[in-house]
């Protein structure tokens, strides 16, 4: 499985980016794509989901300013990053799996997984938001 992510960049606060998570060899027939960002001596955070079911999950810090989407999440999935803060400045990775009964569970439960769910992973692209 191949994951790459790109759309990191530059902007002021106020500004908006759109993330792109492309992935091939990912042939689960029910998959789970979330995206995590981490920044410079913090923890990873998750930061969206979305499910072949067409589930979708946001962290509390970005609700109604983020939007995943995916016409096929096995495919490729973007992540609208509108209205961006300083916050929100680090390095966004996205990771996929299959989409397993524990993991559903979480979705269920509106919790996004975890990052120890996940086997497969982009390099990351980063985002810096300046004030």
């Known amino acids: 499985v191949k994951m790459v992510e790109s759309g990191g960049g530059s902007v002021q606060t106020g500004g908006s980016l759109q993330l792109a998570c492309r992935i091939s060899?990912?042939?689960?027939?029910?998959?789970?794509v979330t995206w995590f960002r981490q920044a410079p001596g913090k923890e990873r955070e998750r930061v969206a989901a979305?499910?072949?079911?067409?589930?979708?999950l946001y962290a509390d810090s970005v609700k109604g300013r983020f939007t995943i989407s995916a016409d096929n999440p096995k495919v490729i999935v973007y992540l609208q990053m509108d209205n961006l803060r300083p916050e929100d400045t680090g390095m966004y990775y996205c990771?996929?799996?299959?989409?397993?009964?524990?993991?559903?569970?979480?979705?269920?439960?509106?919790?996004?997984?975890?990052?120890?769910?996940?086997?497969?992973w982009g390099q990351g692209t980063q985002v810096t938001v300046s004030s």
């Open positions: 990771a996929a799996d299959r989409l397993t009964v524990g993991m559903n569970r979480h979705l269920e439960l509106g919790h996004i997984p975890p990052a120890s769910a996940f086997e497969f």
């Open positions: 060899g990912l042939t689960y027939a029910s998959v789970c």
């Open positions: 979305i499910g072949t079911t067409g589930t979708t």
